[in-house]
Structures are given as structure tokens and as C-alpha cells.
């Protein structure tokens, strides 16, 4: 058990809705990043954020956007979603100091029909 | 833009074997590299993390190697067990302390 959890556990929708994703980090973890991995695939960096502020993106479109709360929660939105939106999201919080070991959550699988 | 390649993608072998799992990247600035383990949709483990000055770190019957200039890592699981049948992730930790992942390779344990 890392500490992290992440919630709903599956999740289905439709092409052209919205979601939300919620990911609880551990107690003092600052820094919480989100994946995106595809089935077969490797974790594609989405976004991070530390103290609240987006840290650095990746190669995702503006529709993922994201927030961190200072009770160490966050979230990841996606809108108008498409179907090779469907993916594990995974999201992963660190310690105070950066480029430290990862903890991620359980993930939260979406189906884009 | 970092790349990072795992060879073999699927590896089966019977149980007492030892393991060794491959590990390549293209940008030697790294800050460090970690080694993930997954269990089908499940979320990641963390098993060894190696700083870029290390060249190796070793957690019981795993170890893992770092050649941070000719862009190399491995991972050995000595005398493998069923239980070790999982996907194992390589991550390069860049400067920027994002992490890029490799596509895993499957490892079976054969009892």
C-alpha cells in the first residue's frame, strides 16, 4: 500500500463528455503527478504540480487540466472526450523535495464508448 | 526528448531462474532511475530508484545497474518465483524531475 488512492475505481462515458478523476496523496507529499497509460503501453506523463501550481506538462491538450488542493488532493478534468481517451490514469505524489521516489495509486480506469 | 526502450517486451522463464531485465535511454542528463513494478491493472510499486551518481542499489534479491554515459540499466531478480510474474517499468527521472517511462517488459515465472 502506497498511501495514495484514487477514485471512481472504473469509470464509463461517452465520446464528447466530461470527467473528473480525484487522486488523495499522502500526508506531506507537495508534488503529484498524473499519467495517462495506454493499454500495452508505458505511463505517459501528463502534468505535475507542486504547492498548487502546475509544474510542467507534457504532450497533452489543453482539454486535461488539473488542480491541486492543500488538503494533498487533486484532480485531473478531461473534456470533450475521445475515444482514445480510454487508458489507465494513474496519478503519483512525491515527498517535499522533487525527483524523489514516486508513490502511485491504484488508478482509474476510463472507457470512452 | 527522452526515450527510453525495454528489451525483451515478454520474457518466460521457469521458476529458480534469474532474471534480466534491459533498460535503454537516449539523454544521459538524467537525475535518476527508477525501477516499477505492475500487476495487471493495477497501479505501480516502486522497487529500487538509483541516482545519477550511483552505478548500482540492490533491495534483497533484486538489483540494478546504472551506465548513466552509454545510456544503459538492468535489472537481475535472482532465483525467480512465480510471485515475480508482473510487468517491470524503467522511468528516467530527467532534470526537470519528470519521469519517462519505457513500455515494460512481462515477465511469466513458470512454476
Known amino acids: 500500500e502506497t498511501g495514495v488512492t484514487q477514485s471512481p475505481t472504473h469509470l464509463i462515458k461517452t465520446r464528447g463528455q466530461q470527467v473528473t478523476l480525484r487522486c488523495s496523496s499522502q500526508?506531506?507529499?507537495?508534488?503529484v503527478s498524473w499519467y495517462q497509460q495506454a493499454l500495452g503501453q508505458g505511463p505517459q506523463f501528463i502534468f505535475q504540480y507542486y504547492r498548487e501550481e502546475e509544474n510542467g506538462r507534457g504532450n497533452f491538450p489543453p482539454r486535461f487540466s488539473g488542480l491541486q488542493f492543500p488538503n494533498y488532493s487533486s484532480e485531473l478534468n478531461v473534456n470533450a472526450l475521445e475515444l482514445d481517451d480510454s487508458a489507465l490514469y494513474l496519478c503519483?505524489?512525491?515527498?517535499?523535495?522533487?525527483?524523489?521516489?514516486?508513490?502511485f495509486g491504484p488508478g482509474t480506469r476510463l472507457t470512452v464508448l | 526528448k527522452q526515450e527510453v526502450t525495454q528489451i525483451p517486451a515478454a520474457l518466460s522463464v521457469p521458476e529458480g531462474e534469474n532474471l534480466v531485465l534491459n533498460c535503454s535511454f537516449t539523454?544521459?542528463?538524467?537525475?535518476?532511475l527508477q525501477w516499477f513494478r505492475q500487476d495487471p491493472g493495477k497501479g505501480l510499486t516502486s522497487l529500487l530508484l538509483i541516482q545519477s551518481s550511483q552505478r548500482e542499489q540492490t533491495s534483497g534479491r533484486l538489483n540494478a545497474s546504472l551506465d548513466k554515459s552509454s545510456g544503459r540499466s538492468t535489472l537481475y531478480i535472482a532465483a525467480s518465483q512465480p510471485g515475480d510474474s508482473a510487468t517491470y517499468l524503467c522511468a528516467v527521472c530527467s532534470n526537470d524531475y519528470k519521469l519517462s517511462f519505457g513500455a515494460g517488459t512481462t515477465v511469466t515465472v513458470r512454476a
Open positions: 539523454d544521459s542528463a538524467i537525475y535518476n
Open positions: 503519483a505524489s512525491s515527498p517535499v523535495f522533487r525527483g524523489d521516489t514516486q508513490y
Open positions: 500526508s506531506g507529499h507537495n508534488t
